[in-house]
């Protein structure tokens, strides 16, 4: 990502309000936002509902022992927002399972197509993420990026 792209995520991301309690939650909107802007997409809002939806699913992966879309209780992706009420338009997820930061974890992405379209999906609008730094894979941060429009 070129300073130019960064600058304008961190602008947009300050104007925005946000008040997000993690360094990777703020580089995670950095990175994909700088992504999206320097792309001509419009940059993504952080949405709670999202993130926390994220975090459980990365919890239930983690104990799991496996990185998938369906959850331990047979559960997908459209079944988990529609628990925690998020009147989806559009929506998306993206898993990883790397030693990477938020920037890696976005150029891994952006080398898959089904990953980089989601990613440049131009009908979402807000995110959330959520992380498990799993010793048993040693080092390695599971990643789960949730994507949507309500």
Known sequence: MGRIGLLIAALVWLASGAALAETWQKD????VNALR???????????????NAA????LDLYRAGRLSHEGRDG????????RIDYPYRAAAENLALCDCDAAGVVGRWMDSADHRRNL????????????????????RVLW???????
Request: charged letters at 20%; hydrophobic letters at 45%; zero cysteines.
């Open 28 to 31: 995670i909107v950095l990175q």
């Open 55 to 58: 975090d459980a699913h990365a």
């Open 37 to 51: 802007t320097a792309r001509g997409l419009s940059p993504l809002a952080w949405n709670d509902r999202l993130g």
């Open 75 to 82: 559960s997908t992706m459209v079944q988990r927002l529609e």
């Open 144 to 150: 789960v990026l949730l994507l949507g429009a309500s």
């Open 120 to 139: 440049l999906n131009p009908n979402v609008r807000e995110m959330g993420a959520g992380v498990m730094d799993d010793p048993e894979h040693r080092g």
